[in-house]
């Protein structure tokens, strides 16, 4: 079954199901999520893993970019999944994911089991700064029914930056949770590369050309160079004002095309966490970060 037609399925069967409790529904509709997700893994060449808001739009664009040069594709393609791979087979399925919903449908809570033969491409992001920018995705791009089913703040709850980076479900508390999860699984999966986004703004030509590099498709220098420029911060948010890319949905879109703070690509800062706290409230969050594995390079003002 095709995975469009999984995703139908699902629609359909969480309509039929309304009028179960709300837990049941919750857990129905994450293990159909997993179901479709399970399916994509085990056809993908390679696997990008990292929790939202770490800057997996900004790689995707600049992979996408730079496998259309490789394979001689319109540039409004964007990578998803299989869709690249179908035009140019010498191209690889990647499985973009957060083990979000597969581990409702694996079992697997802790370990990292399903993921074994393959390759993985881990994105992390000082947990600081992605909870700020969750907080934004939260208020003005995320559906209802996504905050139900991933225990996010309730639609509509008043809830201010600083209580929802406090969150554990949300927040810092479970960011730092789940990287040292992906820290202790790494030993085990062995073929992992983790790429920091602050790497990433500080020189993308090198981090893409490792990632490449170590998928297995390799680019030259000037196929990097171009896919680099073509994701830089200013043509990202014109693409994004344009609906530029093809098929895309709400991915590379603004929730309100008159709210900044809307935008898919926001800030693009490295340690822009600063701007909203205050010295109190950054020596708190230190303290949290101060738990994280040290593998990641981060915590104190390391970022």
Same mark, same amino acid.
């Given at each position: ?39 994509? *893994?085990?056809?993908? %060449? ?12 900004? #790689? ?7 496998? @259309?040069?490789? /394979? ?6 964007? #990578? ?32 990292k ?23 934004? @995705? ?10 139900f089913?991933? %225990?996010? &703040? ?11 980076? #406090?969150?554990?479900?949300?927040g810092? &508390? ?18 992992? *590369? ?9 020189? &993308?030509?090198?981090? *893409?050309?490792?990632?490449l ?9 000037a196929?990097?160079r171009?896919?680099?420029?073509f ?10 004002? %344009?609906?530029?890319?093809? /098929? ?56």
């Amino acid at each position: 079954m095709a995975d469009k037609a999984r995703a139908a399925m699902r629609i359909l069967i969480m309509a039929l199901c309304f009028w179960l409790p709300a837990e049941r529904r919750k857990r129905l509709e994450r293990w159909l999520r997993g179901r479709e997700e399970y399916k994509k *893994l085990q056809r993908a %060449d390679w696997v990008l893993m990292s929790w939202g808001k770490s800057g997996r739009t900004w #790689l995707r664009v600049m992979l996408s970019r730079a496998y @259309q040069l490789i /394979g001689g594709l319109d540039e409004r393609e964007l #990578l998803d999944f299989d869709n690249l791979k179908a035009r140019a087979p010498q191209l690889p399925a990647v499985f973009f994911t957060h083990n979000n919903y597969l581990r409702n449908y694996t079992g697997n809570w802790e370990s990292k089991e399903h993921f074994k033969g393959k390759r993985i491409v881990l994105l992390v992001r000082d947990p600081r700064d992605v909870a700020v920018s969750q907080f934004f @995705q939260w208020q003005f791009r995320m559906r209802p029914n996504k905050k139900f089913i991933n %225990d996010y &703040p309730p639609h509509g709850a008043d809830i201010g930056v600083w209580d929802f980076v #406090l969150d554990k479900d949300a927040g810092v &508390p479970r960011i730092v949770d789940y990287f040292n999860g992906w820290a202790r699984a790494i030993p085990e999966l062995k073929d992992v *590369l983790v790429v920091r986004y602050e790497d990433m703004r500080a020189d &993308p030509g090198a981090v *893409l050309a490792q990632i490449l590099a170590f998928t297995g498709t390799p680019a030259s220098d000037a196929q990097v160079r171009e896919a680099v420029e073509f994701a830089a911060y200013d043509n990202m948010k014109k693409m994004e004002q %344009d609906k530029f890319f093809k /098929g895309s949905g709400a991915r590379v879109k603004p929730g309100d095309k008159d709210n900044p703070q809307s935008y898919k690509v926001r800030k693009a800062k490295v340690g822009g966490y600063r701007d909203y706290f205050t010295d109190e409230q950054c020596a708190q969050l230190e303290a949290l970060v101060g738990e994280l594995d040290p593998i990641f390079g981060y915590g104190g003002d390391a970022a």
